[in-house]
């Protein structure tokens, strides 16, 4: 049963990075415009993303 | 790329604009492509799903105007967007934190069951007790953090000794932790760390839901047109024009009225006459002629000429305002609805915790053990938490409210759809809801040489009623000489040689050899005949159909309007309503709503103006169109994008057949606590079985929800006996 010392913390580590991905995603807003980002990938115009979101101006 | 090149400067300004013409990801490209090239702007990005432009400039100048004139040329034209409006939707960061919460619990529903299941299949002793310790290590900071939503309201509604849902919910979650803290800390066989985190996830998912379809509604309306006027042109003493901000005016300012805009404050007129558009104030479909001296009221459109005028009152004491205040004080009375799983939870909540407490005595009775009995009763608080319950409206309502919305209604929440099905009575304003407001010839017009004169001076006027005369009779234009229009009178000009007027009968008698009885508008050649032109008002489209199609599912119709009684009467008989009143002021109007009430009736308000808005906010239920005035789309309920009334009809359909889903999802839980409650009072209810059972119950009603999205309602004839049956 030592395995199980090994793989609780590697599902929880996964888990975790997953979550974090999440976050990051989230603050980096890309959630905010789901349907211009499906479209935008037509285009080839260099496009920047949006800057993270500012707490001290939203 | 972009943002390498522009070093940043010490000064970078972000706006947000809304385009409603962005449609597809080439008007995002072209758009960007445009903008991006310009001077002072640093970054510019299209959302497409808000139809919203948002740019970072870096020039104080005129930068931001460049922008607007470019979007203009493209074909794309932008507004800005007020900046009060989005820090009020940024403000109501519940949606971004209430999604967190969904990942976390997520995050820890996951974990915990793949332990959970573990320990299902056979793990014992030492590797269970470890198991539980380590569920209960990641359940325990997680259903504090995600569940907090459900602590916080449900101890805001005991502390106003109220009931809603959450506090069952409430009471469950933490119970089924401390019960399951206690267990891990003697070594016990089961906990309930699993039911915890997951019926938290579950939930969250809903509450989540709910408060998305509202951003969704919030963001759609930012997107309208605004009539609020927010400045003005002020005439300083010199005699020169600056624009000053609408809540800079203070009584005494002279200010300039140009045609085409509304009255900011409450004025009186001191120089220059002209026709005002005051449908949307008072519910008149006629334009009013005002000259030096009157009154006006705030929120009346100037139609023909300049004029100037001194401000009496300042903004906030304007008649806008006023409407405004008395929507306050309306929507008052509408917050003692109470939504139907609030009515639920003041039932249900009572019951369990009393089968819970009585579980408890009855257990410690039989077997005088009470670690078994509280470990029974709060088996029975777990099994019986009202997840399905909780679920069966929120997820009804956004499946329904997301149908709506492709069609083109806005609800702002899921109450105003329990309270449509449930509505009596439609009434009806008049002009700009029954009628699209501008008026057209009740007689087609055949050429006559005064007819051909009379368009022909009426295509050199902006005036409604004269550009519907222009429309109707497309004859060869007449050379005209010595044109004049005198604002709130009439067009006069020289054809062939002789003078010839169009406009208001008195001013044109003056030169006419001979009156003419009739209404609406009148012309004559100097010393001849003259004619009139009587006006019809042109219903919206859809008006009668939806006035049938309601009154087949039990809503007799009434109009109550601020418009003189033939006008009424002319479009009731149109549409074959019985119930009319006509002249009615805005507390008129809520005077009949309340006493509509008080017969216990339960009516849909329909209207648009400013006079309607307290209306709006008193009615049961209201709706207005998109045309409303930005008071009156805050007061209702729904508003509606589409041209046609069918809007009112189709909203009726999925209100009546979402509140039958809602029924039918009480029903599934119902059942549901039918077969669970009597297994727990047993004490035969294993972590497993609780686990299976809740989510086997959220899955059914969230299912059945979703087949309100699968029938389709034909939009132009919907079939409405099915909905009523």
């Known amino acids: ?58 | 790329m972009r943002t390498d090149q522009l070093a940043p400067s010490a000064y970078e300004q972000d706006v947000v604009l809304t385009a409603p013409t962005i449609r597809c990801g080439s008007c995002v490209a072209k758009i960007e492509r445009s903008l991006a090239d310009m001077p002072g702007v640093a970054r510019v990005r299209a959302n497409l799903t808000l139809r919203r432009i948002n740019l970072t400039l870096a020039q104080t100048d005129d930068a931001l105007q460049n922008v607007l004139d470019e979007l203009e040329n493209i074909g794309h034209p932008g507004r800005l967007i007020d900046s009060a409006d989005l820090s009020a939707e940024a403000k109501d960061d519940t949606e971004v934190a209430l999604l967190k919460a969904v990942a976390v619990s997520g995050f820890g529903a996951m974990n915990v069951m793949l332990l959970s299941v573990a320990v299902w299949s056979g793990a014992s002793d030492a590797t269970r007790d470890s198991f539980h310790l380590i569920s209960g290590i990641i359940a325990l900071p997680i259903v504090i953090y995600a569940a907090r939503f459900f602590f916080i309201s449900a101890w805001g509604a005991l502390r106003r000794a109220h009931m809603n849902m959450d506090v069952p919910i409430a009471l469950a979650i933490s119970l089924a932790l401390a019960l399951s803290v206690f267990e891990t800390l003697r070594g016990g066989e089961e906990v309930f760390f699993d039911a915890a985190v997951t019926l938290t996830f579950f939930l969250l998912i809903g509450r989540y839901l709910d408060y998305r379809m509202r951003g969704k509604a919030r963001s759609a309306m930012t997107g309208l047109q605004r009539l609020a006027v927010r400045e003005a042109w002020e005439v300083t003493p010199e005699g020169a024009l600056c624009v000053v901000a609408a809540d800079a005016i203070y009584p005494g300012m002279v200010l300039r009225i140009p045609a085409g805009e509304r009255t900011p404050v409450d004025l009186r007129i001191t120089s220059g006459a002209s026709d005002l558009d005051r449908s949307l104030v008072t519910g008149e479909s006629a334009p009013v002629a005002v000259a030096v001296g009157d009154e006006v009221e705030a929120g009346a459109l100037n139609l023909t000429g300049p004029m100037d005028a001194v401000a009496l009152r300042p903004v906030e004491e304007s008649f806008l305002a006023m409407s405004m205040r008395m929507l306050a004080g309306a929507e008052e009375s509408r917050s003692t609805y109470v939504r139907i799983a609030d009515r639920a939870a003041q039932l249900y909540a009572p019951l369990i915790h009393l089968i819970g407490f009585a579980t408890f005595v009855g257990w410690l009775l039989a077997t005088g053990d009470w670690q078994r009995a509280a470990f029974v009763a709060i088996s029975v608080l777990i099994v019986t938490c009202p997840c399905a319950l909780a679920l069966a409206v929120p997820v009804a309502h956004v499946v329904a409210s997301s149908r709506l919305m492709a069609e083109g209604v806005l609800i702002k929440d899921g109450s105003a759809l329990e309270r449509l099905a449930t509505a009596t009575r439609a009434v009806w304003d008049k002009t700009g809801t029954l009628t699209d407001g501008s008026p057209v010839l009740a007689e087609s017009l055949d050429a006559s040489p005064d007819n051909d004169a009379a368009a022909t001076l009426a295509a050199h006027s902006a005036h409604p009623v004269a550009r519907c005369i222009a429309a109707a009779h497309r004859a060869p234009a007449l050379p005209v000489e010595e044109l004049r229009e005198h604002p709130g009178f009439g067009v006069e000009g020289r054809i062939d040689g002789r003078l010839a007027r169009l406009g208001r009968p008195s001013w044109v008698a003056e030169i006419a050899g001979e009156m003419a009885e009739g209404d609406g508008p009148a012309f004559a050649f100097a010393g001849a005949q003259m004619q009139r032109f009587p006006l019809r008002e042109t219903l919206r489209d859809g008006a009668a159909e939806a006035v049938t199609t309601l009154r087949d599912a039990g809503l007799p119709s009434e109009i109550l309007s601020g418009d003189a009684a033939p006008a009424v009467a002319r479009v009731a008989a149109q549409l074959e309503i019985e119930e009319t009143r006509a002249g009615l002021t805005p507390q008129d109007k809520v005077a009949r709503l309340q006493e509509l009430s008080a017969q216990d009736e339960r009516p849909l308000m329909v209207g648009d103006g400013l006079n309607d808005t307290a209306a709006l906010a008193t009615a049961h239920v209201s709706m207005s169109p998109a045309s409303a005035t930005e008071a009156g789309r805050a007061a209702a309920d729904f508003v509606f994008l589409r041209e046609g009334l069918d809007a009112v009809p189709l909203a009726l359909t999925v209100a009546r057949r979402t509140a039958a889903t809602v029924r039918q999802n009480f029903g599934l839980a119902i059942a549901y606590n039918c077969i669970a409650v009597p297994l727990a009072i047993a004490g035969h209810v294993t972590p497993l079985i609780a686990a299976i059972a809740m989510s086997g119950s959220s899955i059914a009603v969230v299912a059945n929800s979703l087949r309100l999205n699968r029938r389709r309602v034909a939009p132009a004839t919907p079939r409405l006996r099915e909905a009523a049956a």
């Open chain 1, 1 to 58: 049963m030592t395995i199980l010392h090994l793989l609780i913390p590697v599902t929880l580590v996964m888990g975790l990075t997953g979550l974090g991905a999440f976050f990051w995603s989230l603050r980096n807003r890309q959630y905010e415009d789901l349907e211009g980002d499906a479209e935008r990938i037509l285009y080839d115009n260099d496009d920047t993303p949006m800057p993270p979101r500012k707490d001290e101006l939203r």
